[in-house]
Each structure stands twice: as C-alpha cells, then as structure tokens.
C-alpha cells in the first residue's frame, strides 16, 4: 500500500481513480499520496479516511458514495506486499505467450465500426468531428475543464443547475435536453430510450424497420441534436441566452433538414410535430 498511488495509479478497474472522480480528487488534500496514507488499519480491517479542502455539496453527495463504495469493494489485505499482477490472464501471472496473443490478434475494439459509422454520414465536416470527439468525452464541458485544471466556480450544469455538466448530462439526461430528444422522437415517430452513455446511445440510434440508408439518415439527426444542444449551451454561456427546450428543437429540425437535404434531395422529412 506504499507504493500504490491512490489518484494517480490504475489499481481499480481501468480507469484513473483521479479521471473517474475529478471532483473529489480535486478537493482531496492529499492529491499526491499512497494508498496508506488514506486511512488505517483497526486490527486487520482497513478503514479509508480522507482529508478534504472542504466539506461536500450536496449535489456531490452520490459521487462520493459511489467512490466509497468503489474502494470499499477491493480486498486489502496488512500482511500483503504491493505487485503487479496480470490482469488479463485467469492465474494473474504474466504469460508470454497470451501477450504475443494480444500483440499479434488483437480483439476489435467494440466502437470502432461506430467511427466508421459517423464518418460516413451524411453531414457536413465540421460536425463530424465535433461528434468524434463528444463521443470520446472530449469536449469542453465543465467536468473536461476540471480535469484539465481550469478553475471553475460553479460545475453545474447551464441548462438545468442541477448536476455536474459531464457530456452524458448535458447531451443526454439534462432535464433540457431530454425535452428536446422526446419531441425529436415524436417528430420523426420513433418512440426511444435514451441511454445515458453517449457511445451507447449513438449505437442505439438506429430503427431495425429502416433500410440502411434510411438509418443512415437517422444517425444524422442524433449528431444534429447533440449539435444543436452544444450550440446552444454556447449561446447561454457566451451569449446569456435563455435556456429553451423548443428552441433547441426548432434548430434541430430546421439543422436536420438542411443537412440532409443538402445530401439527399428527395429526402422526406416533415417539419409536423
Ligand atoms: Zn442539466
């Protein structure tokens, strides 16, 4: 446990504990410390204990339970030394022949037809690229500002005040702009769950009943929303526009339609909603 970092290293799942939690670790006063350092042993049961910069929101109240539960679920134990393990492999030792494997025959990743999917689309350059990257958590919300060490005051989100402003809340759960998705539903007459992961969701936005092209059309209307929310997100940062469900479907539709029409010039595609 002295030599795990408990922000820094990937000692849980496959993500930074310090990506996962930017906000706690942001608050947290010992950013650069080991695994010892954040608690201690009662007989030989681990007891986690942090020191923080302040005391918690309530809005960040759920992030902090979900991490406690996180590092609650790994087993410590006093009496082990730290070491590395191999994580792919059944025994946890390092076998060369199971990395020559993986070198050699590397599994597909399971979003990389999705990329070929957006490039193909029928929309302009620009928006294909915005997509790209909301679809990799890599637009400039507030969460990815935090996490790039821009001080922000507030971190909540500017359409609802609510929640953190993380990419799958601002494009996908906000209260806003799940106005927006359930009338671009009704509008195009496909009754959809919205799943709260961005990737997810844009895999999802297909209508098994719609020939192939048509689907393709259809994938373009989830990157003119998703577009259409970002421009106006901007606009009430930028502009201090006021926050407007219906505008942001009105966009959408008239977006779509020039979009698509622009590509395909017998498409159909009703503006009654
Ligand atoms: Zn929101």
Redesign the pocket.
């Known amino acids: 446990m002295k030599k795990i970092k408990l922000w820094e290293d990937i000692w849980v799942d496959n993500c930074q504990l310090k990506v996962r939690f930017p906000r706690l670790f942001n608050n947290s006063l010992s950013i650069d410390n080991s695994l010892c350092c954040f608690g201690k042993w009662h007989i030989n049961i681990w007891s986690w204990e942090f020191k923080r910069r302040r005391e918690w929101f309530e809005w960040e109240k759920s992030q902090v339970d979900e991490f406690l539960s996180v590092l609650e679920g790994q087993i410590l134990k006093s009496s082990w030394d730290d070491k590395w393990l191999w994580r792919d492999a059944q025994t946890c030792k390092y076998p060369v022949k199971f990395a020559y494997e993986i070198l050699y025959n590397p599994t597909p990743s399971a979003f990389s037809d999705m990329y070929s999917v957006l490039w193909d689309l029928l929309i302009p350059p620009s928006t294909h690229c915005f997509a790209w990257r909301a679809l990799q958590d890599r637009i400039a919300t507030k969460q990815n500002l935090l996490r790039r060490s821009v001080h922000l005051v507030d971190f909540r989100?500017v359409?609802?005040?609510?929640?953190e402003?993380t990419t799958s809340?601002?494009l996908l759960s906000?209260?806003?702009?799940n106005v927006v998705w359930n009338s671009c539903s009704k509008w195009i007459r496909v009754i959809s769950v919205n799943h709260f992961a961005l990737k997810e969701h844009f895999e999802q936005f297909y209508c098994s009943w719609f020939s192939k092209e048509d689907n393709k059309l259809w994938k373009g209307v989830c990157v003119s929303i998703i577009w259409c929310i970002w421009k106006h997100k901007n606009g009430v940062v930028f502009n201090q526009a006021k926050v407007d469900a219906s505008e942001i479907f009105s966009l959408t539709q008239v977006q779509s339609w020039v979009w698509l029409k622009n590509k395909v010039p017998n498409v159909s595609l009703s503006f009654s909603n």
């Open positions: 989100c359409l609802c005040g609510g929640k402003e809340h601002l906000c209260p806003t702009t």
